[in-house]
């Protein structure tokens, strides 16, 4: 007769053995259960798994589609300077398939403006991109050929609700970052995508409409940092046209300890959202 331990052992491998026959991380997780109930459990959730990772692919193949339009059914132009806004566009599999044109707004009266006003930071956001789009919209009167759609962003950090836009010269950077050193704060990029619609009789200028706009937040962990640490950061100018006076995607990233929400929201332009933004904007070409 086997003794206890040799039926448990016995019990325990034939456990193992249909773990690797079924496989999938739902397993682990149900392995302190009893031999019946698990297989009940294991079962259960590799199914959802199955069920999650086929939507998950069908949103996938979405976005990535309807992008593919982007180019050719429909013009897309990007209204602002920035190498990391461009750089996050590129990413996405649209390179050489945008326009880069800077927006002719004055985005330090708007501030201005918007300083005097009762707003949070993450409609102030928003809007700074709103406007970046509109203006360079009501700036291109030439009628194009092809649906158009304009993209404004504005990133901002936001330190217990102040706002830290770019540094105006090296001590407001070392200020920011001293405030910044061992806290959280908030990082907001506002996003807003404009269409350009012909005019009423077909010889008007185009007619300039937002189509959607929105923020997007993520959370931010600084280091503590020491006085060298920040004058050496300084030193190497990279804070000097950034919000906040850092760039996480540069040397900056080595200032932060942890981070909750999208990477891209930080760097500029949050990836997935914009995606979802540009894939429904394809989709109304077809209505």
Not at 9 to 34: D, E, H, Q, Y
Not at 78 to 98: N, T, V, W, Y
Not at 119 to 143: C, F, N, Q
Not at 249 to 259: N, P
Request: glycine letters at 8%; charged letters at 25%; proline letters at 3%.
């Amino acid at each position: 007769m086997p003794s206890q331990y040799t039926r448990c052992l016995r019990c325990f491998l034939s456990v193992i053995l249909f773990f690797f026959v079924k496989g999938g991380v739902g397993v682990s997780i149900n392995a302190r259960s009893t031999t019946r109930s698990t297989y009940r459990k294991v079962r259960s959730l590799t199914c959802f798994a199955k069920v999650d990772d086929s939507r998950s692919n069908e949103m996938a193949t979405i976005l990535v589609g309807s992008l593919g339009r982007v180019g050719t059914d429909a013009k897309l132009i990007l209204a602002s300077q920035s190498p990391r806004r461009k750089e996050i566009l590129d990413m996405m599999g649209l390179s050489g398939k945008f326009a880069q044109i800077p927006s002719p707004l004055d985005e330090e009266a708007l501030q201005t403006e918007l300083a005097s006003q009762t707003i949070t930071p993450e409609d102030y956001a928003r809007v700074l991109a709103e406007r970046k789009a509109e203006a360079l919209g009501m700036h291109l009167s030439k009628k194009e050929e092809k649906h158009t759609f304009i993209i404004g962003s504005d990133t901002i950090v936001d330190l217990e609700g102040h706002i830290l836009n770019k540094p105006v010269d090296r001590s407001d950077a070392i200020e920011m970052l001293t405030r910044l050193s061992g806290n959280w704060h908030r990082v907001h990029t506002g996003v807003a995508l404009y269409k350009l619609s012909p005019g009423g009789d077909g010889n008007e200028e185009e007619e300039v409409s937002l189509f959607a706009s929105f923020t997007d937040t993520a959370n931010v962990k600084f280091a503590k940092l020491s006085d060298e640490d920040i004058e050496a950061y300084v030193n190497t100018k990279e804070p000097m046209d950034k919000a906040g006076s850092y760039g996480i995607q540069g040397i900056g990233g080595q200032l932060v300890e942890r981070m909750e929400g999208d990477f891209f929201t930080v760097m500029g332009l949050p990836m997935h959202r914009v995606s979802k933004v540009l894939a429904e904007a394809m989709a109304e070409i077809d209505e």
